[in-house]
């Protein structure tokens, strides 16, 4: 098992930043990649941003590519999201994900096996 432990969320106004911390613990070795997922209310979870756990590796959802960065710290066993030039659109709960799966495909939400709790981030006008 891996627990995922998100935190760094909160309000901002718009053009604000803010950055998400996920810390990873438990089976660790197991974790192929880590990703970044976002639920706004009454819509469907999407992908925002995947890492590569071990390897080099980045990918971002077209919508909000120009303004995160995803990064990781292996000896901290912790990944981050940092986020520029928010926009109101973008509150939503963040959710921290693990995937075990070594395939290509990064952002279906089923192929993660390990969630976080979730963060919430509001972003006024």
């Known amino acids: 098992q891996v627990q995922l432990v998100e935190s760094g969320g909160g309000m901002v106004q718009a053009g604000g930043s803010l950055r998400l911390s996920c810390a990873a613990s438990?089976?660790?070795?197991?974790?192929?990649?880590m990703g970044w997922f976002r639920q706004a209310p009454g819509k469907e979870r999407e992908f925002a941003a995947s890492?590569?756990?071990?390897?080099?590796?980045?990918y971002y959802a077209d919508s909000v590519k120009d303004r995160i960065t995803i990064s990781r710290d292996n000896a901290k066993n912790t990944v981050y999201l940092q986020m520029n030039s928010l926009k109101t659109e973008d509150t939503a709960v963040y959710y921290c994900?693990?995937?075990?799966?070594?395939?290509?495909?990064?952002?279906?939400?089923?192929?993660?096996?390990?969630w976080g709790q979730g963060t919430q981030v509001t972003v006024s006008s």
């Open positions: 994900a693990a995937r075990t799966y070594r395939g290509s495909v990064v952002s279906r939400p089923d192929l993660y096996a390990y």
């Open positions: 890492i590569n756990w071990s390897v080099a590796g980045t």
């Open positions: 438990g089976r660790t070795f197991s974790i192929y990649a």
